[in-house]
């Protein structure tokens, strides 16, 4: 089992750029795929990024390729979110997930352990 901490959300202005982090506790997170996603108020959860175990591999939505970068540091058990170029649309509450499939994926159903969730704002 794993438990995830995510940190580093805030209020920032329009074409500015953020990092987020996941924090995840055990010592086995290099055992785990990862993956990030964002719910805005109103609308369902969506899949914004995923790391392989290694990662070696990553994947974006179409709405923050080449804005995103995925990455994972599995010394320090956590994995980054960088955005750039954010805009008002990227608002929503941001969460780290863990999937035990050797194949990191964009699917919810395939993350058992979440966090909590990190609020970013975007300000016009």
């Known amino acids: 089992q794993v438990q995830l901490v995510e940190s580093g959300g805030g209020l920032v202005q329009a074409g500015g750029s953020l990092r987020v982090s996941c924090a995840a506790s055990?010592?086995?997170?290099?055992?785990?795929?990862m993956g990030w996603f964002r719910q805005a108020p109103g609308k369902e959860r969506e899949f914004v990024a995923t790391?392989?175990?290694?990662?070696?591999?990553?994947a974006y939505a179409d709405s923050v390729k080449g804005r995103c970068t995925i990455s994972r540091d599995n010394a320090k058990n956590t994995v980054y979110l960088q955005m750039n170029t954010l805009n008002p649309e990227d608002t929503a509450v941001y969460y780290c997930?863990?999937?035990?499939?050797?194949?990191?994926?964009?699917?919810?159903?395939?993350?058992?352990?979440w966090g909590q969730g990190t609020q970013v704002t975007v300000s016009s």
């Open positions: 997930a863990a999937s035990t499939l050797s194949t990191a994926t964009g699917y919810p159903d395939n993350y058992a352990y």
């Open positions: 790391i392989s175990r290694n990662g070696g591999y990553s």
């Open positions: 055990g010592r086995t997170f290099s055992s785990y795929s």
